[in-house]
C-alpha cells in the first residue's frame, strides 16, 4: 500500500487507452511520410507509444516534431522594409505572444507546455498565400488569431484536450482569392483554438450583435 500511497498524482499520470496511442501513430507515420523522421525512428518511436502507459510517456514521442525547422522563404516573396520575422513561438511555464506587425514564414511551428502561445496574424505579413502552422499544446494552449477574409483549414489531434476553430467574433469574408492558413498539431490535455476576429481597435458599435 504505502508504494501506491507515494505514486506521483496529476493528470499526466492517468493511464492512457489504445485510442490515444492510435492517435500519436497516426501523428507519427504523418511525420515519417513527410520525411521529419526516418523509418528506424518510425520504428522505435511507435514501440515507444505502445508501451506507454500514461499521458507523461507520450509526451517525448511527439513534442520534438511540431518544433521543426520551418521552410525558406523565397527571397520574391520577403517583405519590405524591418520587420521582425519567426520561425518558432515557444512558451514552457510561460507566455508567448506575437502580435502587431511580424512576418510569418510559409511553415511556422508554436508550441505550449503548461504555458499559453498567442499568433495575431491581423496585421502579419504573410510571406505565402498558403501558410502551415504546426501547433501543439501539452497541458498549455495555443490560440491562433486571424482576420475575417483568411481561410483556415484545422487539422488537429485532441488528446483529452481540444483543437479546432472556435466561434468567430468577426463574420468569415471568405472568397477564392483568400490566403490559407493551414493548422495542424497534437492537443495533449491542452487547447488549440483558431478564432476570427475583426481589426484591432474596432468600437464594439460596430460588431453589432456577432
Given at each position: 500500500?504505502?508504494?501506491?500511497?507515494?505514486?506521483?498524482?496529476?493528470?499526466?499520470?492517468?493511464?492512457?487507452?489504445?485510442?490515444?496511442?492510435?492517435?500519436?501513430?497516426?501523428?507519427?507515420?504523418?511525420?515519417?511520410?513527410?520525411?521529419?523522421?526516418?523509418l528506424?525512428?518510425?520504428?522505435?518511436?511507435?514501440?515507444?507509444?505502445?508501451?506507454?502507459?500514461?499521458?507523461?510517456d507520450?509526451?517525448?514521442?511527439?513534442?520534438?516534431?511540431?518544433?521543426?525547422?520551418?521552410?525558406?522563404?523565397?527571397?520574391?516573396?520577403?517583405?519590405?522594409?524591418?520587420v521582425?520575422?519567426?520561425?518558432?513561438?515557444?512558451?514552457?511555464?510561460?507566455?508567448?505572444?506575437?502580435?502587431?506587425?511580424?512576418?510569418?514564414?510559409?511553415?511556422?511551428?508554436?508550441?505550449?507546455?503548461?504555458?499559453?502561445?498567442?499568433?495575431d496574424?491581423?496585421?502579419?505579413?504573410m510571406?505565402?498565400?498558403?501558410?502551415?502552422?504546426n501547433?501543439s499544446?501539452?497541458?498549455?494552449?495555443?490560440?491562433?488569431?486571424?482576420?475575417?477574409?483568411?481561410?483556415?483549414?484545422?487539422?488537429?489531434?485532441?488528446?483529452?484536450?481540444?483543437?479546432?476553430?472556435?466561434?468567430?467574433?468577426?463574420?468569415?469574408?471568405?472568397?477564392?482569392?483568400?490566403?490559407?492558413?493551414?493548422?495542424?498539431?497534437?492537443?495533449?490535455?491542452?487547447?488549440?483554438?483558431?478564432?476570427?476576429?475583426?481589426?484591432?481597435?474596432?468600437?464594439?458599435?460596430?460588431?453589432?450583435?456577432?
Amino acid at each position: 500500500m504505502g508504494e501506491i500511497e507515494n505514486r506521483p498524482t496529476g493528470p499526466a499520470q492517468m493511464r492512457i487507452s489504445d485510442a490515444d496511442r492510435q492517435k500519436v501513430a497516426e501523428v507519427l507515420r504523418d511525420a515519417a511520410g513527410e520525411g521529419r523522421i526516418d523509418l528506424d525512428e518510425l520504428d522505435e518511436r511507435l514501440e515507444a507509444t505502445w508501451a506507454a502507459k500514461t499521458y507523461a510517456d507520450l509526451v517525448p514521442i511527439t513534442v520534438d516534431l511540431q518544433v521543426a525547422g520551418h521552410s525558406p522563404v523565397p527571397a520574391a516573396q520577403a517583405p519590405v522594409g524591418p520587420v521582425t520575422g519567426h520561425a518558432s513561438s515557444i512558451a514552457i511555464m510561460g507566455d508567448c505572444k506575437r502580435r502587431g506587425v511580424w512576418q510569418v514564414p510559409e511553415s511556422h511551428s508554436a508550441f505550449s507546455l503548461m504555458g499559453s502561445v498567442t499568433l495575431d496574424l491581423r496585421e502579419a505579413v504573410m510571406t505565402s498565400h498558403h501558410t502551415l502552422i504546426n501547433a501543439s499544446a501539452v497541458m498549455g494552449d495555443v490560440k491562433i488569431i486571424v482576420p475575417a477574409h483568411f481561410h483556415v483549414v484545422v487539422d488537429g489531434t485532441p488528446i483529452m484536450g481540444d483543437y479546432g476553430q472556435g466561434k468567430d467574433k468577426a463574420p468569415a469574408q471568405v472568397s477564392p482569392d483568400s490566403p490559407t492558413v493551414r493548422v495542424r498539431g497534437v492537443a495533449l490535455m491542452g487547447s488549440v483554438q483558431v478564432q476570427r476576429q475583426p481589426p484591432r481597435g474596432t468600437p464594439k458599435k460596430f460588431l453589432g450583435s456577432y
